[in-house]
């Protein structure tokens, strides 16, 4: 069943396609949507099965982790579904607003400053 229904409530804020073949949604209302080819949903990834809020932004890193920003911190999703997070409670501070990987290193720049995120914290 394509998702075309539920994407139009859930507001479409940011996509990419994944090395995989499958399309990343982010939305404002509603987390992520994995899309296959044929436009039905995958996987849906929200509130509900573990991230900090449902208004994210997406992209695929070089090993196929999908990093995502929320207003409240950051998550990578792999594909077994593992999530890796970066929010507050690790000292990220702000509203993700881009992220960038140099030398190895992800970088999260938010609207309270510049940070680099490990591990084992911020």
Same mark, same amino acid.
């Given at each position: 069943m394509p998702a075309s229904k539920e994407l139009?409530?859930?507001?479409? %804020?940011? /996509?990419?396609?994944?090395? #995989?073949g499958l399309l990343a949604i982010g939305t404002v209302r509603d987390g992520i949507y994995l899309l296959d080819q044929q436009g039905n949903i995958h996987s849906h990834i929200n509130k509900f099965s573990g991230m900090l809020d449902d208004n994210v932004r997406v992209d695929e890193d070089r090993q196929q982790g999908l990093w995502v920003a929320m207003d409240h911190g950051l998550a990578r999703v792999e594909a077994s579904s593992a999530i890796s997070m970066f929010n507050h409670v690790m000292g990220l501070k702000g509203n993700v607003l /881009?992220?960038?990987? %140099?030398? #190895?290193?992800?970088?999260a720049g938010t609207s309270q400053g510049l940070f680099r995120l490990q591990a084992d914290g911020v």
């Open positions: 139009d409530q859930a507001m479409i %804020y940011t /996509s990419q396609r994944l090395r #995989n /881009s992220l960038h990987r %140099y030398q #190895n290193q992800l970088f």
